[in-house]
């Protein structure tokens, strides 16, 4: 069994729809290495690896993916 540290190296992921037209919402944040086991979790490479500022910086609602950073979007 690989450890969460070989198969999520960044550590923080965000999930987002990677089919959906960009700017897409942040539908879930991942602290790979504190989970119990990461059976289920999707491959690192189709979420946003982020940095532990960026982890830090995080909100529940209103970030999006745009690229490969967060962004917030206004409310039009």
Do not use: C, H, K
Request: proline share 9%; aromatic share 10%.
């Amino acid at each position: 069994m690989m450890s969460a540290q070989t198969n999520y190296p960044a550590r923080y992921y965000a999930l987002f729809d990677t089919t959906a037209t960009q700017p897409t919402p942040v539908t879930g944040w991942i602290d790979a290495w504190g989970l119990s086991t990461t059976d289920g979790l999707p491959a690192a490479s189709t979420m946003l690896p982020l940095t532990s500022a960026q982890w830090e910086a995080r909100a529940p609602v209103g970030q999006y993916v745009s690229g490969s950073t967060i962004v917030t979007v206004p409310a039009s």
